[in-house]
C-alpha cells in the first residue's frame, strides 16, 4: 500500500504565497514523474507543474514564473511553492506520483487525496 499525504493548502490574500507538500510513505520503491494538478469549481483538471526524477521541471503557462516545484527524493516528498497568487489560482490541488512499489512491479499513478488553495481578500 502506498499513501500519498498532501499539505500546505489553505487562504491566502492575493500577492500572498503558500507551499504545498505530497509526502509518500509505505510500499514506496522507487519515484520517476511527480506533479502537481489542479481543478477549480466547474473546470477540468489541468496540469500545474511536473518534475523528472532527474530534476527537470516543466510549467502551465497560468503559472510560469511564480510557482517553482521541487523534490526530496530521501523523504519521498514533492513541494510546490507559490508565489504572488492570484484569485485565478484557486482551486483543489492534487498531487500525482508514478512510482514503483517493487523492483518488479509495473510503472503505477498515484494520486493524493486533494487539498484546497483560496485565493481571496
Known amino acids: 500500500q502506498v499513501q500519498l499525504v498532501e499539505s500546505g493548502g489553505g487562504l491566502v490574500q492575493p500577492g500572498g504565497s503558500l507551499r504545498l507538500s505530497c509526502a509518500a510513505s509505505g510500499r514506496v520503491f522507487v519515484i520517476d514523474t511527480m506533479s502537481w494538478y489542479r481543478q477549480a469549481p466547474g473546470k477540468q483538471r489541468d496540469l500545474v507543474a511536473t518534475?523528472?526524477?532527474?530534476?527537470?521541471?516543466n510549467y502551465s503557462d497560468s503559472v510560469k514564473g511564480r510557482f517553482t516545484i521541487s523534490r526530496d527524493n530521501a523523504k519521498n516528498t514533492m513541494y510546490l511553492q507559490m508565489n504572488s497568487l492570484k484569485p485565478e489560482d484557486t482551486a483543489v490541488y492534487s498531487c500525482?506520483?508514478?512510482?514503483?512499489?517493487?523492483?518488479?512491479?509495473?510503472?503505477?499513478?498515484?494520486w493524493g487525496q486533494g487539498t484546497q488553495v483560496t485565493v481571496s481578500s
Open positions: 518534475i523528472t526524477s532527474d530534476g527537470s521541471t
Open positions: 500525482y506520483l508514478r512510482l514503483k512499489t517493487t523492483p518488479w512491479a509495473l510503472w503505477g499513478p498515484y
